[in-house]
Every structure is written in C-alpha cells, then in structure tokens.
C-alpha cells in the first residue's frame, strides 16, 4: 500500500555554533546537554538552496509521509485514535561543511514519527554554512514537526476499523 502523504505544519527557530563533525548513522555526536549549548548567534545565518527557513521548510514537508504502520495498526484495532497525530521536536545542526548533523529528538511523539524526522534531516541537501567574521561556523536550529491526517482521512480510517470490528464484516 502507498504511503499516505500529508501536509504537515511546521515551524522552525533558528540558533548558532561553531565547529565541524562528521556524518554518522544516528548523528547524534553531542548529547542533549552539549548541543543546546550551542551558541545562538552568527552574522551571516546558513542558507538553504539559496534561500531561507521558508524553502527548507518547504522542502521538508516535500519529502514528509504519513507513517503507514500507524494507520495499519489503527485500523487493525493495535492503536488508539490518539497514535495518529503527534508533535515532534527535533534540534540539528548545520555543520561548517553545509551538512546536517546531531539530530536529536527534544520531544518525542511516536517513534515512527521521530524516526521519520530524523531520516529526512539527515538526508537534506547541503547548506550554504554560517558566517561569523569570515569563518564557516555551525548554526543549530530546533524544528517542531506536527503529523496529522486530514479529518476526511481520518473518518474514512475510522469506518475501516468498523467494519473490520463489526460481527458482520467479512474477513478474508
């Protein structure tokens, strides 16, 4: 089954850092503590494909889809009603390189929401980096993530797992 492709608000704070770090797996190289630690400010904030925070917003909402194993396990009476909206917010940085690095999940909703956020960061294009006095530096920025599924969705959805639980549904 496709995966249901959803419009998805989100908003985005910007704040800096200097330094460099390399990609990994699960790029969280600087622990919650280390990273909110990162300085605020640079002269010259990181660009995204030659624009701001709107074109990135809108590249990641591009790139989000609605997890499909929570709509399965709603409609197969696994998950409640609640399982299928949540916020996450996720902090990352964008290197001195342009690349994003030390996503962490500040607040969690599901783990397959957060696991979502966490693989369309880390896949982003580059960024033009910051600048503080001529110098590439790190810009940390924190991004909230609201999944919810259009109510017409959602109804639809809901008459799915009534009929999967009404006695006179036939099941194959």
């Not at 608000?9 to 622990?31: E, W």
């Not at 990162?38 to 990135?56: A, H, K």
């Not at 693989?119 to 530096?137: C, D, Y």
Request: net charge positive; charged share 25%; with cysteine.
């Amino acid at each position: 089954m496709k995966k249901i492709i959803i419009a998805l608000s989100l908003m985005i704070f910007a704040v800096s850092s200097c330094g460099t770090a390399k990609r990994t797996a699960d790029s969280a190289k600087l622990s919650k503590d280390e990273l909110m630690r990162v300085d605020s400010l640079s002269e010259i904030m990181p660009s995204f494909q030659g624009g701001g925070l709107e074109i990135f917003r809108a590249w990641v909402v591009s790139q989000l889809s609605f997890p499909q194993r929570l709509i399965d396990d709603y409609i197969n009476g696994l998950a409640s009603e609640r399982s299928l909206e949540g916020r996450v917010i996720a902090a990352f940085v964008v290197e001195a390189d342009g690349t994003i690095e030390n996503v962490v999940i500040l607040q969690g909703a599901h783990y397959e929401f957060d696991e979502t956020v966490k693989r369309i960061l880390l896949r982003s294009p580059a960024w033009t980096p910051g600048n503080q006095e001529g110098k590439a530096v790190r810009v940390r920025y924190i991004l909230p993530v609201d999944f919810s599924l259009p109510p017409t969705l959602i109804n639809e959805l809901r008459r799915q797992r009534n009929m999967r639980d009404s006695p006179n549904s036939s099941r194959r």
